[in-house]
């Protein structure tokens, strides 16, 4: 599964789409390098043959929750140090985190939605074209 994150131009994400990209990223994280705001991205909502992601980082739900509906993305991506609670009620639509080589990947609650997505999203589209692609293999 190829994931091409950080868009912030529609033409980017359909030249990403075009070369095979199964999901797109947008980061949704005031103050990093690649952060946009909802209304930057709106174009996400009209992305044919791909999956969407939205990156968040310590975000309350209820905002995670909104930017999703409002920009339609198919999955959410925490990024932080999200309480169990809002991790247990994302764990249907969250994307495992990004490790960082800052020890992310040693953290828990990173692993148990890493687990959660696996069997939340066997059955979802991007996972079937990867299937078939590696197939052709």
Known sequence: IVKICGLRRIEDAEAAVASGADLIGVVLVPSTP??????????????????TVGVFRNAPLETMIEV???????????????????????????MPPSFSRAGGAERAAPRRAAARWGEASIDGPAFRRAVERAKEY
Do not use: C, F, M
Not at 76 to 83: A, K, N, S, T
């Open 68 to 94: 999703r509906r409002r920009l339609k993305l198919n999955w959410i991506q925490l990024h932080g140090d999200e309480p169990e609670e809002v991790i247990a009620e994302s764990a249907a639509v969250a």
């Open 34 to 51: 690649r952060a946009v705001t909802p209304d930057e991205v709106d174009w996400i909502r009209g992305l044919r043959g791909v999956e």
